[in-house]
């Protein structure tokens, strides 16, 4: 069985002799020290802008001349300036999927918070950017804001419960309620990782705080979605008084639609 150490080594190889590559580095549970049978691998390269395309073609080929690609699923590409798919290697272990990044952009490492920095495999032309993370709260409050007015749409889910329509409610409460929620939760503790959504949202946030979320994913009726609205709106009003006390935020700018 092909190790993942053999793999990342590998791709350091093929790729650091390249003039084009700037730098190479690993993120997700190798960075973060949290590796264990099930983990994938998280492998971005910084290569000049030129040179994306083409690399990303050499790559793979460098690769199939080592191992067997038995599954590969591309991104779509949005922008020029990136390439990625998500790879997994024959006589590895279904669980070994190589997600692939390839971007030309410098990449940011906060040096004061621990958390999600990824591990530097080599940078040669300074793409790694180091500061010190300082919250801004012109955006949090913007990205609050943002999310309260979602969540203040409670109609949209009420009118699927009157109908006594379950999937409904329940794709609305989701959407309204349950997400926007999360993404504030994270602005409270985490704002630098706010749009992590529920990854890694056990290792950021208070345990309890995260048994409170988790309750609001436990629904299997109408009835459930009723009680949950109440308890999502007293977690609301805890997280709003950090909120406040914390960045000066106006909880109240934006009221509940009644």
Known sequence: ?????????????????????????????????????????????NVNQENIGSFFDELLKEIDKKYTIDFRLDEKEY???????????????????????IQCSNNYIITNVDGENPTVIYDKNGTHLYYEYCPDIEYISYAYYYC????VQESRVKKYLIRNKYLEAYAKYMEYIVNPLVLIARLDYVPQW????????????????VDRIKVLYQVKSINDIKKNLEKAKELMKDIEADLREKYGIDTDKIKNIE
């Open 79 to 101: 922008s020029d300036d990136v390439r990625a798919t998500c790879l997994h290697l024959k006589d590895t272990s279904e669980y070994l999927l190589i997600d692939l990044y």
């Open 148 to 151: 309260k007015g979602k969540f």
């Open 194 to 209: 706010h749009f992590f959504e529920l990854c890694h949202i056990n290792r950021h946030l208070p345990k309890k705080i």
């Open 1 to 45: 069985m092909i190790k993942r150490e053999e793999i990342i080594k590998y791709f350091q190889i093929i790729t650091e002799d390249k003039e084009y590559v700037n730098s190479m580095w690993v993120s997700g549970s190798d960075a973060q020290g949290v590796v264990d049978d099930y983990s994938d691998i998280d492998i971005v390269f």
